[in-house]
């Protein structure tokens, strides 16, 4: 039972907001790499020192060291071309493409991937160099690349053009058919939004390739959009059925890539299991979370573990420095002690006195630089751990208004519905016994009112029902009414306000209410007023009143006022408060945070 109603909780507060993720579909370039696949020629030494410069440039483009890479890759491409090492060349140009990618230039990587289609085109020239120099999905891998990056800049057009082309390539290559397979994915992604039928096509075609040539993970992730498309249709049952058939595919699969393949799945089997009223799906819902948690700390082990193997490599390095420095240190001694043994003894003192001195200084430098290092290195670890403090935090403070919209939800629909059915039953009785009834169904009748009385207040309380009915601007007014009397009124003006996502709404209702409360005790005004506008993707709010104000720079904002959980809030919606308020003169607190639309999105696997 306890299962069964943090199930409930968990879809009542997720359901509205993962729903179908392909609405916002997002296509993701991978680093494939065409560079890595050519056949790179040389005809002569300085084909080779060009060769060395590139695969230099490429491991640095591994290390993830993209503006070092990208310096180092323009002047080769400018080498290259002037030598007339057209391969190079190409493969260069590639590299530039991918490293503008990965730094979401996406404009730049397209004109770098224009002149590797020039470069290409100049190859088919020459039928024999073309085929003797590159391999045949140089120019599916282009494509793709060029289809992705419109997709993400959202030319829609371009990138259907492009895709079209890739599957109009007329090749068995396993490696063009899989690009095939991936131009069909996001096709059926863009196609999504218009035509079911078409995207649902397309989707299939991509499962046929990747079943063919036994990809079991990219056949899994394309399954999984395939189900989505079946959810989006609610035809729930065959969604069931793809989403098992993906998990069956990647089920004795335990690398990372398949691991969060997994999490996807079962996250979106949870929720179709639990359209179909099958709660057998709270099951899968936590295997998806245990998923998602293992992932999470895997990565952060890996980014300490790469934190401290860093920190020994540089001490390993500066040992060794020290090391062969002390060693040419003792042959400089003993060559000049060899030297000017005898005559000279005044002078290899004072020699010897300014090389231990230099000795000395050099190992104070060393030491103070080792102190450097490791202490940048402590202070990446403790930023680590305060952004996953900060990350557990928001996540607390967002659980605990979901849990309060939860229970009052419960209180409402089912133990008030529960108390009012029994004071029906009651009703019927007394009629039953020809108004004769003890005393005791009277009081009993009394009490189950006065129950269901506490009950819808303490649901309102948790969270205002006129709020999840007619939205902030009505409940906002609702509050202000509730507390106005002869001695404070509160006037709400609103402006060009609309419902918005409910969880949105909810935060910015608790923001105001406590600052409402902080006006009923603390500020001793006669007026306060609540402004209320939407404007350029913004909800702004002035909260004011004419009390006794306060010392914004004063202790008294951290002496229960509430004013630093208001901030911490605000600044978890990404938004900005201003205080402004003087003693005596009344208080004036400005919010302005993005605007949280409705809508409905699930989980979409990223095309492999």
Known sequence: ??????????????????????????????????????????????????????????????????????????????????????????????????????????????????????????????????KKKLPPESYAKILIGLAGNYQLINEIDSAKVYYNKIIKINSLNKEVEHIRAKAYSNLSGIYRKTNLELAKEYTNKA???????????????????????????????????????????????????????????????????YLLKDYTAYDYQEKSYDIKDNLRDKEIRRMVEQIYTQHQENLEKEKTALAEEQRLLAEAQESKTNILFGALTLLILIVSGVVIYNYKLRQKNLQLKLSENSLLQQQSIEKLKSEAHTKILN??????????????????????????S?????????????????????????????ASQKVRDLSHNLVSSILLKFGLEYAIKDVAKKYSNSELAFNVTANNIHR????????????????????????????????????????????????????????SINDGIGLNQIEARVKMMNGKLTIDSVINKGASIFISVPIQQQKQVNKLSSVS
Do not use: W
């Open 395 to 420: 996540a607390a403070i967002d659980g605990k208004e979901s849990e309060r919209k939860e229970i009052a939800e419960i209180l409402h629909d089912n133990v008030s519905a529960l108390l009012s």
């Open 207 to 273: 499962v046929l390739i990747h079943k063919k040539n036994n990809n079991k993970i990219s056949e899994a992730s394309t399954l999984n959009n395939l189900a989505n498309i079946f959810l989006q249709e609610k035809n729930y049952k065959k969604a069931k059925e793809v989403y098992f058939s993906g998990l069956e595919l990647l089920k004795t699969n335990n690398s990372i890539k398949a691991t969060k393949f997994k999490e996807d799945l079962y996250f979106n089997l949870a929720y179709t299991l």
């Open 500 to 555: 918005y996502n409910q969880e949105f709404e909810i935060k910015i209702f608790n923001v105001i209410q406590e600052l409402i409360n902080n006006i009923i005790k603390h500020s001793e005004a006669n007026n306060a007023e609540i402004i209320l506008k939407e404007e350029k993707s913004q909800l702004t709010i002035l909260v004011k009143d004419d009390g006794v104000g306060f010392s914004a720079s004063s202790s």
């Open 1 to 130: 039972m306890k299962k069964s109603i943090l199930f409930i909780y968990f879809f009542l507060a997720t359901s509205t907001i993962k729903v179908f993720a392909n609405n916002n579909f997002k296509f993701k370039v991978k680093s494939n790499f065409i560079v890595s696949t050519l056949n790179l020629e040389l005809q002569n030494k300085n084909d080779s020192l060009l060769k060395i410069q590139y695969n230099n440039l490429y491991n640095l483009y591994k290390k993830e060291k993209y503006t070092e890479a990208l310096n180092k890759a323009l002047i080769l491409a400018e080498k290259t071309k002037k030598e007339s090492n057209t391969v190079l060349n190409f493969s260069t140009n590639i590299l530039i493409a991918e490293i503008f990618q990965n730094l979401n230039a996406r404009n730049k990587a397209i004109s770098y991937y224009y002149k590797c289609i020039d470069i290409f085109n100049s190859f088919i020239l020459e039928e024999n160099t073309y």
């Open 422 to 450: 029994a004071n029906m039953h009651l009703s019927a009785t007394k009629k039953q016994l020809n108004n004769s009834a003890p005393s005791e169904i009277e009081k009993t009748q009394a009490i189950i009112l006065e």
